[in-house]
């Protein structure tokens, strides 16, 4: 069983809502921040998938293929790009964050078959860095791509490291 990276749209609120109740609710607390989702009503929901999923912005759901028709389909896994200016020492260039990567833990570590993008996370992992090298390049401006991560969250630092991405500094949360 494969899996389909598509962009996420504004309408798919309440599926967003889930797969980041999931992120926090399934990672380690070092992985993730805190977000006061608990706290927050359907209309901010809406406001959040909004903003993720429109320009400058974008935002990515991996789904699986047995379930990708319908408003119910199974995402297994997210990643957005969040557009910023940046900073004096990044020439002030705009810059990409990478935020909210997540493969869901029912597909993690699966090996792939015949060498197809299936269920697997490093797979996953790896397609959605390269589309978003891809999408900064060709429709955004995005002088460079970043992504954070805690350094007691090693699968992330291989994950990246593996796509070429390269420690530039590192603290813990």
Not at 18 to 38: D, F, K, M, N, Y
Not at 96 to 124: A, S, Y
């Amino acid at each position: 069983m494969g899996v389909t990276v598509r962009q996420m749209r504004p309408s798919e609120w309440l599926q967003y809502r889930r797969a980041i109740t999931q992120i926090l609710r399934t990672s380690e607390p070092h992985e993730v921040g805190h977000l006061p989702i608990e706290k927050w009503k359907p209309r901010t929901w809406k406001k959040r998938a909004a903003r993720r999923a429109s320009a400058p912005n974008v935002f990515f759901v991996a789904v699986s293929n047995s379930a990708r028709l319908g408003p119910e389909s199974k995402w297994v896994g997210t990643f957005g790009v969040h557009v910023r200016k940046g900073t004096k020492a990044e020439g002030r260039r705009s810059v990409g964050e990478i935020v909210e990567v997540w493969v869901d833990p029912e597909h993690r570590g699966r090996q792939p078959k015949d060498g197809q993008l299936t269920d697997c996370g490093q797979p996953i992992v790896d397609r959605f860095m390269d589309m978003a090298a891809a999408w900064a390049r060709y429709n955004s401006g995005v002088h460079s791509l970043v992504v954070k991560t805690d350094t007691r969250n090693k699968r992330a630092q291989a994950a990246y490291a593996r796509n070429e991405f390269e420690a530039v500094q590192r603290h813990p949360r």
